[in-house]
């Protein structure tokens, strides 16, 4: 069965980091492309970034929606089929709910969405609350 749990949020100071985690089972994580999303409340859902999967001659390279700063960075774990989005010099604004997300496409080919539409598979999200 394929699931997907992220973790790792919590509240933090202005200026801290987190990172976060999205964990998946049931399929190996890597091969998929993947979207990491937040939604603050009342607003809509937002992309920070997504990363494709890996392909028999290279491996998913993230790219940032325009919003997002260099302050958010996405990796995977080949150790533990996880996805990481470490995020530095958190901000109030940051506040949200942060998902995980793929359409569990293998072998797409080289490249990632970060329109939450195209992604039909979600984790239940995580709490990132920035609050001095």
């Known amino acids: 069965q394929v699931q997907l749990v992220e973790s790792g949020g919590g509240v933090v100071n202005p200026g801290g980091s987190l990172r976060l985690t999205c964990a998946g089972s049931g399929f190996h994580l890597p091969y998929y492309r993947f979207g990491w999303f937040r939604q603050a409340p009342g607003k809509e859902r937002e992309a920070v970034g997504c990363?494709?999967?890996?392909?028999?001659?290279?491996?998913?390279?993230?790219i940032y929606s325009a919003s997002a700063e260099s302050r958010f960075t996405i990796s995977k774990d080949y150790t533990d089929n996880t996805l990481h989005l470490q995020i530095d010099f958190l901000k109030p604004e940051d506040t949200a709910v942060y998902f995980c997300?793929?359409?569990?496409?293998?072998?797409?080919?080289?490249?990632?969405?970060?329109?939450?539409?195209?992604?039909?598979?979600w984790g239940q999200g995580t709490q990132v609350t920035v609050a001095s």
């Open positions: 990363i494709d999967g890996d392909g028999r001659s290279y491996r998913g390279v993230p």
């Open positions: 997300a793929t359409d569990l496409v293998l072998n797409a080919g080289p490249g990632c969405f970060i329109d939450p539409r195209k992604y039909d598979r």
